[in-house]
């Protein structure tokens, strides 16, 4: 898969050169900035390693992306980053499972947002047409007074 130099015609080493030049176009077509291109990635902050891990995945040209928790342990700078690519990565018509308890980002970044509960679909909802008190609803499986009563009874 990465592009390699030839030696008595035969595929013997990682041409680094190509390599950077390539992953320079997937990081400027994600519209992202790294500190530099031929750092290793466990340099990076959280939010930029994010980065590295979609323009990766941008090289199989995929047309269904899917991200699991990605961000999740990143700050909010690094947060808002990785919205802005999900939201590119929908402009570029490759569509986005985002799999996140970050109920904020999801109402974001997303179209519609598919409920599960015990592994089951319980609602599929269009999340222009849903407020954050639907969302947590459908998720514990009671309306929004009978979540706020379980709350303060702990």
């Known amino acids: 898969r990465e592009p390699r130099k030839t030696v008595l015609g035969m ?33 990076f902050s959280g939010g930029q390693q994010q980065t590295v891990a979609i323009a990766r995945a941008l090289t199989f040209n995929p047309s269904l992306v899917i991200m699991d928790e990605p961000t999740a342990a990143l700050a909010v700078k690094e947060v808002q980053s990785v919205l802005n690519l999900i939201r590119q990565l929908k402009q570029q018509g490759i569509a986005v499972v985002l799999i996140s308890h970050r109920l904020n980002d999801v109402l974001s970044v997303t179209d519609h947002i598919v409920v599960l509960r015990q592994g089951r679909v319980v609602n599929i909802l269009n999340t222009a047409d849903t407020t954050m008190n639907r969302l947590v609803s459908e998720i514990v499986g009671a309306d929004a007074a009978d979540a706020a009563l379980h709350e303060t009874r702990g």
């Open 11 to 43: 595929p013997w080493f990682v041409d680094r050169r190509t390599l950077h030049e390539e992953a320079g176009k997937m990081i400027d077509r994600l519209g992202a900035s790294l500190p530099s291109i031929s750092r290793p990635v466990g340099t």
